[in-house]
Each structure stands twice: as C-alpha cells, then as structure tokens.
C-alpha cells in the first residue's frame, strides 16, 4: 500500500450542533450514510487491511462504496476507497463482521477558513455528535469552529471509531 493516498484527519466528539445554523454554512451538503465493517475472506482483502462498505444517500442519488484503511500515525491513514455497484455492495454484505452492526448517519459537510468539515449525527445519540476536519499535513491544527462545542479530541481515541460504534449498536440494539 505504498504510494496510496493519505487521510490525515483531527476527529472530536461535539455537543450536538444547530442544524440550521450548519446548512447556512459554505459548500454545505447533506448525506445520509449507512456502512458496514467486514471481515474478508483470503483473496478479496486487497491489502490486508480493515475494510468498510458505504451506501450514501445525496439529493436522491444513491452510490455505494468500498475503502480500505491502514493506520500510519494516531491520526494518519492510507486510505484506497473506490465506487462499488450496488450488486457488489450486496455481496460484500454478507462478509458484515461478526458482533457488528450496520452503522447508519447523518453526514453535514460545509467549508470553515478552507477546511473541508464533516459533521456527523447518530440516531442513537440526542446530545452529542462527532465533527471530523482533515488536514495536508500532522503539523496543521484544524480551526476552532466558533458554533461547534468540542467535548474532547477523540483523534487517537480507538474507542470513538464508526467500528467500534458498530459493535457497541450490535450490543445495544439487538
């Protein structure tokens, strides 16, 4: 996976956010995402790396997608992601990971001071949310968003990964 592109990205747990307030934001779209973390058999794990499968929901359009993630730093990752047909997002379903659940979301997205900002909304959580910014470099800081409360920097926290969330709703909401 050498050469493959970076993903280098501050995430923090947040206060949940005003809506409204995001959709008046630049660029702002919104996208309602479900996806699933899988255990692939020898041969289809391209890169031995962990694996997730995303149907995205935009202004009516519906795409499907496979990501392979590797970790390079607390914060870094190779990520290799490329549009899937629904067929196939079917099949790899059935690799769904044992003691996982589909985590489905509320993807806000909207520019701030040049940063690309990803807001996103659980059904499972009223109070809080998770706001991730990705940066060029590990020695760019992302901007304070004055109208977003941050709770904590959960960047490094493996324990605020979507797959970790996906087991903890499989253990919650069977």
Do not use: H
């Not at 995205?56 to 992601?81: H, L, P, Q, S």
């Amino acid at each position: 996976m050498d050469n493959k592109p970076l993903e280098i990205e501050y995430k923090f747990l947040i206060e949940m956010p005003d809506i409204k307030v995001l959709e008046k934001q630049p660029d702002f779209t919104e996208k309602r995402l479900c996806q699933m973390y899988l255990e692939l058999p020898a041969g289809l794990s391209e890169f031995g790396t962990r694996c997730r499968i995303r149907r995205v929901e935009e202004a009516g359009k519906v795409t499907f997608y496979k990501t392979f993630k590797k970790d390079v730093t607390g914060i870094t990752r190779i990520e290799v992601e490329e549009e899937i047909s629904e067929t196939e997002f079917n099949t790899l379903s059935a690799y769904l990971q044992k003691g996982t659940a589909p985590v489905e979301k509320t993807r806000y997205t909207f520019s701030y001071e040049g940063f690309t900002c990803e807001v996103d909304v659980f059904p499972f959580w009223d109070t809080q949310a998770f706001l991730e910014i990705e940066v060029e470099s590990e020695s760019i800081l992302p901007p304070a968003v004055p109208f977003i409360k941050v709770i904590k920097d959960v960047s490094t926290d493996k324990m605020y990964r979507n797959s970790v969330i996906a087991r903890i709703i499989n253990n919650n909401f069977r």
